[in-house]
């Protein structure tokens, strides 16, 4: 249930980005008079205005890198619900998972380079710090990966011979 949650969440969520990003055009000339009443004459609107874009573009692209991601974790759950979780397509699955995680480490850089432009802009924003975990957990994804992978082939395997 939470899985399916979250899925829809990300869709939610997606679609408000690409509102916001799509609707950041014609309402351009409001969004630039609003930064530049905030943020006084010192502020470069265009660059900020271009910023934004920009952070709603990465939105974008982290929702449709999630996606997947609750999408196999979905599959692989009704797997184990069948009692027969170890099979070839859940190390399919947990691949694309890998490769999923991996998308949006990058993305996670794009994001710190862009927090870093916003800061020279000196707009308000959070911090911002690589995530060693997030490349750690891409690494055992992808060994998880080959693991089952292994075991499927294993267990199929056993069971010719048997």
């Known amino acids: 249930m939470l899985l399916r949650v979250m899925l829809v969440l990300n869709i939610i969520l997606l679609a408000v980005f690409a509102v916001a990003l799509v609707m950041s055009w014609p309402f351009g000339d409001l969004l630039s008079h609003r930064l530049a009443v905030k943020y006084g004459p010192s502020l470069d ?3 900020a205005v271009t910023a934004m874009r920009l952070l ?3 939105g974008v692209a982290s929702a449709f890198a999630i996606h997947p991601i609750f999408d196999s974790l979905l599959r692989i759950v009704a797997t184990v619900q069948a009692g027969d979780p170890f099979v070839d397509a859940n190390a399919t699955l947990l691949s694309r998972i890998g490769w999923a995680m991996l998308v949006l480490q990058c993305l996670d850089l794009v994001l710190g380079g862009l ?3 916003i800061a020279v802009l000196k707009l308000d924003s959070t911090s911002w710090s690589p995530s060693l975990g997030g490349w750690i957990a891409v690494v055992m994804i992808f060994v998880l990966a080959r693991v ?6 294993m267990r199929d395997d056993l069971a010719t011979t048997v």
């Open 115 to 117: 927090q870093r432009w």
């Open 56 to 58: 709603a573009a990465l």
């Open 45 to 47: 609107v265009a660059q």
């Open 148 to 153: 089952f992978r292994i075991g499927a082939r």
